[in-house]
């Protein structure tokens, strides 16, 4: 399964249009533009939200919460690490390695890839393609890149 994220260009919140990879709306992602961290609702195409993500605020490294119907599915950390930067998907065993700065990067359990993310180069605005090994990983997955899409947008804003 491939999804694509859009993310808007010129846009005062956040706005992202998901799709599948024969260009059929999938998902929604709008951004609270008024709230402590960053905060991410994932609505299916009928408006219903799926899932939402919940940045921690007072925390060392960036760390997100998932939750899906009301219920903690997830964590993702960012590892403290000096040369590269590694995630780590507690709850689920996941662990996310690769180039973040490139936009290639994969979502790995055990020796079982769930996710591959690359960076369509040359597009406007950000555009990111993600295979999924698993359609029942649709979810998860997809919130693990958007919160270290977050994680990327906020070290480009401070540089």
Request: aromatic fraction near 16%; charge should be negative; hydrophobic fraction near 45%.
């Amino acid at each position: 399964m491939k999804l694509c994220i859009q993310q808007k260009v010129f846009s005062w919140r956040d706005r992202f249009t998901v799709w599948d990879e024969f260009g059929n709306d999938r998902f929604y992602v709008e951004g609270e533009l008024f709230s402590w961290g960053k905060q991410l609702h994932i609505y299916d195409v009928g408006g219903h939200e799926t899932a939402f993500i919940k940045q921690e605020v007072f925390s060392f490294l960036p760390r997100f919460t998932i939750y899906v119907n009301g219920n903690e599915i997830a964590e993702i950390i960012k590892r403290f690490t000096l040369l590269y930067q590694r995630y780590a998907v507690e709850n689920l065993g996941w662990d996310v390695d690769g180039d973040f700065f490139a936009h290639d990067y994969a979502i790995n359990s055990g020796d079982r890839q769930i996710a591959s993310i690359h960076k369509e180069w040359f597009t406007w605005g950000d555009c990111y393609s993600l295979d999924i090994a698993d359609p029942r990983d649709e979810i998860a997955a997809l919130s693990v890149v958007l919160a270290i899409d977050c994680v990327m947008a906020e070290a480009d804003n401070a540089n």
